[in-house]
């Protein structure tokens, strides 16, 4: 098993910045990628950015590319999310996700089997 914890969300105003971190922990030799997924209330799951820890490449989202930057440390399996110029609709509920078995892509929530519990992040007009 793999079990990831999320920490950094909160509050800030629209154009400020904050830096989310997830940590994982157990059988963390399995992982190959590691994301960050988030969900707005009434909203579906959806995808944020990824990282391939066996090629350390990246992936992001059109709808954040050019504000939000992944980065990870694959001996630590620990993964970051650092969002600038946020926006009021990128307030959602920020989620960790990894996974252990291959897939070509990386941005569909079935494409994980491990999920953190989530961290709120709340972007004030």
């Known amino acids: 098993q793999v079990q990831l914890v999320e920490s950094g969300g909160g509050l800030v105003q629209a154009g400020g910045s904050l830096s989310l971190s997830c940590a994982a922990s157990?059988?963390?030799?399995?992982?190959?990628?590691m994301g960050w997924f988030r969900q707005a209330l009434g909203k579906e799951r959806e995808f944020v950015a990824a990282?391939?820890?066996?090629?350390?490449?990246?992936y992001t989202a059109d709808s954040v590319k050019g504000r939000f930057t992944i980065s990870g440390d694959a001996a630590k399996k620990t993964v970051y999310l650092q969002m600038n110029s946020l926006k009021p609709e990128d307030t959602a509920d920020y989620y960790c996700?990894?996974?252990?078995?291959?897939?070509?892509?990386?941005?569909?929530?079935?494409?994980?089997?491990?999920w953190g519990q989530g961290t709120q992040v709340t972007v004030s007009s």
């Open positions: 157990g059988r963390t030799f399995v992982t190959n990628a």
């Open positions: 996700a990894a996974r252990n078995f291959y897939s070509a892509t990386y941005s569909r929530p079935y494409e994980y089997n491990y």
């Open positions: 990282i391939s820890w066996s090629n350390g490449r990246t």
